[in-house]
């Protein structure tokens, strides 16, 4: 009979996972003895960064990511982002070590009490065994669960000893990760879409998660509407020079009330009805039908029809119900103009130049709250599968994202946009870009401290925060620190150059650029 630790290799094997991120301890090296050739095992050197490119690898490549971390306090230190994948809906199986079944009875040194109660209820499934020959089929399990959709994390805590145990080999058997639609449903969204005379769409993250985009554009163009992005969109939602696309739903009630307010039916498909950050009385009298596979997310919802369901099935079917229909096309979204040079830099000149400096097929990682609306404004997200940021609102997700994201596609460029804020959350990442010659472009926006934070409070009406101004930074010297190239730019007229080398570099490169450090507008005051 093999042991767990064999069994385990075999089964990973046999799901097409080599690939292990984590951050070793003593717990863990029964399982990391005499590692095997054909397994790759990413070191992240803390552990929230550890769980961001496990996050990253597995929404840019479809499949569940397996990590690997130390004990109770790893998992602690993991924590935020293990949020943030919950949120984000990204598939994992996070395994931790605990110490010998022995020794926990007595609270030993590095023993996690109800291990696996600690990371819930952010995670789908969370076991420790009752017994060492269930290891295996309890990875097993977790991998099912974490790719059935709604897809998310799930957690297996591993005592030292059992990887050393013997046990039988998990049989091989197959979970369906998608549901289906109630066929009722679906027509009865199709007459209502078909009988209004202005209907409104608008778009969210699973659409591009689940691979339905060319089916969502299809669908849109039959039903003639303008598309808006969900708030807080965390993936493109829509080809953003669409002639059908018309912007950004803000996260705030009245916002989103006077967006839909022209409107007579509203259809939602892949995203919560609806994420809003701020306070406030979201009112609509306007059907809204709503397509979604998270069954959290449609019991949440405060008004309309749900229709759970995959959306690679519910898209197709909701685009055959649909009648032809002869609708005037709606008017197309204004262009933003392009913004003027000046020193100090602004922010949408930034993001402008560096638009126009990213290869055609980078992909785009973004953690910069505060300018968001301005990335939107100058870099039109155009191609499935090429945006992606954090659906939780924790910082220290996006740089060790692009890193997992590089990963999984060696072949084009990496952008991780990231507020200086942001940045110090996990900048260990950068070490990680550098061991394995990532193309991964990192573009740190200083303004000089949490620029959303002042916005925030700019829309609250507060004054004299403290603990939002973040001085004597020097993000060159970190990268450089860790292997990493990189370059401060202050002056409008050199920034061109700066990113057109950091686009172009065989490796990871780091610009830094001061902006003015004017306010913003996320939100209008309450």
């Not at 969210?204 to 969109?233: H, K, N, T, Y």
């Not at 204004?334 to 949408?348: G, M």
């Not at 404004?377 to 997700?397: D, H, N």
């Not at 949490?450 to 993000?475: E, K, N, T």
Request: aromatic share 6%; with cysteine; net charge neutral.
């Amino acid at each position: 009979m093999p042991t767990v630790r064999e069994a385990t290799l075999d089964l990973l094997r046999s799901l097409g996972v080599t690939t292990v991120f984590g951050n070793p301890g003593s717990t863990e090296l029964p399982f990391l003895d005499r590692w095997p050739a054909d397994f790759r095992y990413v070191l992240g050197l803390q552990e929230a960064c550890v769980v961001g490119m496990a996050d990253g690898y597995a929404r840019a490549s479809g499949m569940a990511a397996f990590v690997n971390l130390h004990s109770a306090a790893g998992v602690g230190h993991a924590l935020g982002n293990v949020f943030t994948a919950h949120r984000n809906q990204a598939p994992m199986v996070i395994t931790a070590g605990q110490q010998v079944r022995a020794l926990l009875p007595n609270q030993p040194f590095l023993g996690a009490t109800e291990a696996a109660s600690f990371p819930r209820p952010y995670v789908k499934f969370s076991i420790e065994p009752a017994r060492a020959e269930d290891v295996p089929a309890a990875i097993a399990q977790a991998f099912r669960i974490a790719m059935r959709k709604p897809c998310g994390p799930t957690f297996v805590s591993i005592p030292a000893d059992d990887w050393s145990a013997q046990c039988e080999v998990p049989q091989a058997r197959i979970l369906s990760p998608d549901t289906a639609p109630d066929p009722a449903l679906i027509d009865q969204a199709a007459r209502a879409l078909a009988a209004s005379r202005r209907p409104v769409l608008v778009i969210g993250p699973e659409v591009d998660q689940e691979g339905a985009g060319p089916a969502m554009v299809a669908l849109a163009e039959r039903i003639g509407a303008p598309v808006l992005a969900s708030p807080f969109c965390a993936r493109i939602a829509f080809p953003e020079d669409h002639p059908l696309f018309a912007g950004f739903l803000a996260a705030a009630p009245q916002a989103v009330s006077e967006a839909l307010a022209p409107h007579d039916c509203v259809l939602v498909v892949g995203a919560p009805v609806f994420t809003f950050h701020v306070a406030g009385i979201f009112r609509s009298n306007v059907p809204i039908f709503h397509l979604t596979s998270d069954e959290a997310t449609a019991a949440s919802a405060p008004a309309g029809t749900s229709i759970l369901g995959s959306l690679r099935f519910a898209i197709p079917a909701l685009h055959a119900a649909m009648p032809e229909v002869s609708r005037v096309a709606p008017p197309r979204r204004e262009h933003a103009a392009s913004p003027t040079r000046k020193d100090p830099i602004p922010a949408a000149f930034l993001l402008a130049r560096l638009h126009a400096a990213m290869p055609a097929d980078a992909i785009l990682v973004e953690e910069a709250p505060s300018h968001r609306p301005a990335m939107q404004a100058q870099m039109p997200r155009t191609r499935w599968g090429s945006f992606f940021t954090m659906a939780s609102g924790g910082l220290g997700y996006s740089l060790p994202a692009a890193i997992g994201v590089a990963l999984a596609k060696p072949d084009q460029r990496v952008v991780c946009l990231i507020g200086d804020g942001s940045m110090m959350y996990s900048p260990q990442a950068l070490w990680t870009a550098v061991q394995h010659g990532l193309r991964v472009t990192t573009v740190v926006i200083n303004n000089g401290g949490y620029g959303a934070m002042r916005s925030i409070g700019q829309a609250m009406q507060v004054r004299d925060v403290p603990g939002i101004d973040l001085p004597g930074l020097d993000f060159v010297q970190i990268a450089r620190g860790m292997g990493c190239p990189g370059l401060r730019v202050t002056d409008p007229d050199l920034l061109d150059e700066a990113l057109r080398q950091a686009c172009s570099a065989p490796g990871p490169m780091l610009v830094e650029v001061v902006v003015d450090a004017a306010i913003p507008t996320l939100y209008h005051k309450a």
